[in-house]
Protein backbone atom coordinates (compact mmCIF):
# COMPACT_ATOMS: atom_id res chain seq x y z
CA UNK A 1 0.00 0.00 0.00
CA UNK A 2 1.30 3.36 -0.70
CA UNK A 3 1.76 6.19 1.91
CA UNK A 4 -0.57 8.48 1.63
CA UNK A 5 -0.74 12.34 3.05
CA UNK A 6 -3.21 13.47 5.08
CA UNK A 7 -3.67 16.98 6.47
CA UNK A 8 -1.92 15.21 9.98
CA UNK A 9 0.86 15.03 7.97
CA UNK A 10 1.00 18.66 7.25
CA UNK A 11 2.78 21.51 9.18
CA UNK A 12 0.51 23.21 11.85
CA UNK A 13 0.05 27.01 10.84
CA UNK A 14 1.85 29.33 12.66
CA UNK A 15 1.65 33.10 13.18
CA UNK A 16 4.26 35.99 14.45
CA UNK A 17 3.05 38.90 16.59
CA UNK A 18 5.07 42.60 16.71
CA UNK A 19 4.36 46.19 17.45
CA UNK A 20 4.87 48.83 14.56
CA UNK A 21 6.93 50.75 16.07
CA UNK A 22 6.18 54.58 15.20
CA UNK A 23 3.45 54.20 12.37
CA UNK A 24 0.03 55.38 14.04
CA UNK A 25 -2.23 54.02 10.98
CA UNK A 26 -2.05 51.21 8.62
CA UNK A 27 -1.89 53.63 5.93
CA UNK A 28 1.47 54.56 7.30
CA UNK A 29 2.84 51.11 7.16
CA UNK A 30 1.47 50.94 3.40
CA UNK A 31 3.32 53.72 2.45
CA UNK A 32 7.41 53.09 3.89
CA UNK A 33 6.63 49.39 2.46
CA UNK A 34 5.46 51.07 -0.93
CA UNK A 35 8.71 53.20 -0.58
CA UNK A 36 10.99 50.22 0.36
CA UNK A 37 9.89 48.50 -2.94
CA UNK A 38 10.13 51.38 -4.92
CA UNK A 39 13.96 51.85 -3.65
CA UNK A 40 14.72 47.80 -5.06
CA UNK A 41 14.98 47.13 -1.11
CA UNK A 42 13.40 43.77 -0.33
CA UNK A 43 10.30 43.92 1.54
CA UNK A 44 11.62 42.55 4.98
CA UNK A 45 11.45 42.76 8.60
CA UNK A 46 14.56 42.03 10.43
CA UNK A 47 14.80 40.78 13.60
CA UNK A 48 17.46 38.90 16.58
CA UNK A 49 16.42 35.76 16.24
CA UNK A 50 14.72 32.91 13.77
CA UNK A 51 11.51 31.66 14.87
CA UNK A 52 12.71 28.43 16.13
CA UNK A 53 9.19 27.09 14.60
CA UNK A 54 10.35 27.63 11.12
CA UNK A 55 8.63 25.55 9.71
CA UNK A 56 4.98 26.32 10.78
CA UNK A 57 5.19 29.71 9.92
CA UNK A 58 6.23 28.84 6.44
CA UNK A 59 3.39 26.73 6.28
CA UNK A 60 0.79 29.72 5.76
CA UNK A 61 1.81 32.21 8.70
CA UNK A 62 1.40 35.84 8.47
CA UNK A 63 3.41 38.81 10.66
CA UNK A 64 0.24 40.23 12.25
CA UNK A 65 0.58 44.01 13.04
CA UNK A 66 0.32 45.64 16.25
CA UNK A 67 -0.79 49.41 15.36
CA UNK A 68 -1.93 52.18 17.82
CA UNK A 69 -2.70 49.48 20.40
CA UNK A 70 -4.17 47.12 18.45
CA UNK A 71 -3.92 44.31 15.66
CA UNK A 72 -4.96 45.47 12.78
CA UNK A 73 -3.61 44.14 9.59
CA UNK A 74 -1.46 41.31 8.68
CA UNK A 75 1.10 39.98 5.86
CA UNK A 76 1.65 36.58 5.06
CA UNK A 77 5.26 35.60 5.70
CA UNK A 78 6.87 33.80 2.35
CA UNK A 79 10.27 33.21 3.47
CA UNK A 80 12.87 33.37 6.45
CA UNK A 81 16.56 35.18 5.13
CA UNK A 82 19.80 34.94 6.77
CA UNK A 83 21.28 38.95 7.08
CA UNK A 84 23.99 39.77 8.31
CA UNK A 85 24.30 43.07 10.30
CA UNK A 86 27.13 45.08 11.91
CA UNK A 87 25.56 43.50 15.12
CA UNK A 88 25.72 40.10 13.94
CA UNK A 89 23.89 37.43 12.33
CA UNK A 90 20.05 37.98 12.20
CA UNK A 91 16.74 37.04 10.75
CA UNK A 92 14.48 38.89 8.01
CA UNK A 93 11.08 37.97 8.17
CA UNK A 94 10.11 38.28 4.19
CA UNK A 95 7.05 39.61 3.66
CA UNK A 96 4.47 39.54 1.19
CA UNK A 97 3.48 43.21 -0.05
CA UNK A 98 -0.26 42.58 0.34
CA UNK A 99 -1.63 44.08 3.83
CA UNK A 100 -4.70 42.64 5.13
CA UNK A 101 -6.59 44.70 7.17
CA UNK A 102 -7.87 42.36 10.12
CA UNK A 103 -10.76 43.19 13.08
CA UNK A 104 -9.06 45.54 15.46
CA UNK A 105 -8.16 43.66 18.48
CA UNK A 106 -6.45 45.11 21.65
CA UNK A 107 -3.35 43.97 22.83
CA UNK A 108 -1.05 45.21 25.19
CA UNK A 109 2.71 46.27 24.23
CA UNK A 110 5.48 43.80 24.37
CA UNK A 111 9.37 43.28 22.90
CA UNK A 112 10.14 41.79 19.80
CA UNK A 113 7.75 39.30 18.22
CA UNK A 114 5.64 36.70 19.90
CA UNK A 115 3.98 33.28 18.31
CA UNK A 116 -0.30 33.74 17.94
CA UNK A 117 -1.59 30.25 16.87
CA UNK A 118 -3.64 30.26 14.33
CA UNK A 119 -7.03 29.97 16.84
CA UNK A 120 -6.01 32.89 18.21
CA UNK A 121 -5.80 35.08 15.20
CA UNK A 122 -8.35 38.18 14.65
CA UNK A 123 -10.62 37.55 10.80
CA UNK A 124 -9.76 39.57 8.16
CA UNK A 125 -11.93 42.15 7.70
CA UNK A 126 -13.39 40.46 4.53
CA UNK A 127 -14.99 43.42 2.73
CA UNK A 128 -16.61 45.47 5.92
CA UNK A 129 -16.51 48.76 6.02
CA UNK A 130 -13.38 49.98 8.07
CA UNK A 131 -13.58 52.25 11.15
CA UNK A 132 -9.62 53.09 10.70
CA UNK A 133 -10.23 56.28 12.06
CA UNK A 134 -11.81 55.32 15.69
CA UNK A 135 -9.91 54.57 18.77
CA UNK A 136 -9.65 50.98 18.88
CA UNK A 137 -11.05 50.74 22.01
CA UNK A 138 -14.24 51.82 20.56
CA UNK A 139 -14.02 49.31 17.41
CA UNK A 140 -14.17 46.65 19.69
CA UNK A 141 -17.11 47.78 22.05
CA UNK A 142 -19.14 48.48 18.68
CA UNK A 143 -18.20 45.10 17.64
CA UNK A 144 -19.17 43.85 21.17
CA UNK A 145 -22.17 45.17 20.66
CA UNK A 146 -22.52 44.20 17.59
CA UNK A 147 -22.77 47.49 15.64
CA UNK A 148 -19.18 47.46 14.00
Given at each position: ????????????????LKIC????????????????????????????????????????????????????????????????????????????????????????????????????????????????????????????IGV?
Open positions: MADRKTDRDAPKVVHLVGVDQVEQLELWQGQRVARGEPLRHVTRSRPRRDAEVLAGGSLYWIIAGAIRVRQRIVGLDRVETDTGIKCGLVLDPELVRTEPWLRRPHQGWRYLEAKDAPPDLSGRADAEGLPPELQVALRDY
